[in-house]
C-alpha cells in the first residue's frame, strides 16, 4: 500500500504527539507522583453518623489553642450542617466538611472560601473573614431538587 510521504510525516508527528502526552502523564503521576493539589483524606460517608470527627455531637466551632477556629461541618441534601454558626472576623477559621450522600460544592460568597465536597472525602479550606456581618454558606454544585435551598448561614463577630 502506499503512502503519500506528507501524509506520512504526519501520521508520524500525530504519533509522536500521542506518545509524548501518554509519557508525560505516565512519568508525572508514576514516576514523578505528582497529582493535582488538594486535600486528600478519606472519609466513609456512608458512617458519619455512627461516630468519629463527623458525628452529629461533634458538629460546629471549636475553637484551637493557636487562636484560630475549626468549623466541622456535613453537607447532605439539602443543607450543611449545622445551620447556623459563628465564627471571629481576623483569624483563620479552617472549615472540614464531609458529605454524606452525593457531590455537594461549598462557597462563601466575598471570600475565597469555596471547595468541592467529594462523598468520601474529608474537604478542608482555610479561610479568614477580615469584617463581622452575615455571610451565607451556599452550595454550588447541582445535587438535586432542593439545590437551591441548601445553605446555612455564619455570622462573624468582631
Ligand atoms: Cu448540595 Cu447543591
Not at 503521576?29 to 458519619?48: C, G, M, Q, W, Y
Not at 472560601?113 to 454550588?140: D, I, R, S, W
Request: charged share 15%.
Amino acid at each position: 500500500m502506499h503512502i503519500n510521504p506528507l501524509e506520512k510525516k504526519w501520521l508520524f508527528a500525530s504519533l509522536a504527539l500521542v506518545a509524548v502526552f501518554l509519557g508525560s502523564i505516565f512519568y508525572t503521576a508514576f514516576e514523578r507522583n505528582i497529582h493535582p493539589p488538594s486535600h486528600v483524606e478519606t472519609v466513609d460517608s456512608a458512617k458519619l453518623h455512627l461516630g468519629g470527627e463527623f458525628a452529629e455531637d461533634k458538629l460546629g466551632v471549636v475553637g484551637q489553642a493557636d487562636g484560630s477556629v475549626r468549623v466541622t461541618l456535613v453537607a447532605g441534601r439539602y443543607g450543611f450542617y449545622p445551620r447556623q454558626m459563628s465564627v471571629p472576623a481576623g483569624r483563620p477559621v479552617t472549615f472540614r466538611i464531609a458529605s454524606m450522600d452525593v457531590l455537594h460544592g461549598v462557597h462563601v460568597p466575598m471570600t475565597n472560601m469555596g471547595t468541592m465536597v467529594v462523598p468520601g472525602y474529608v474537604a478542608q479550606v482555610t479561610t479568614v473573614f477580615p469584617k463581622p456581618g452575615e455571610y451565607p454558606m451556599l452550595c454550588n454544585e447541582y445535587c438535586g431538587m432542593g439545590h437551591d435551598h441548601m445553605w446555612s448561614r455564619i455570622t462573624v463577630v468582631a
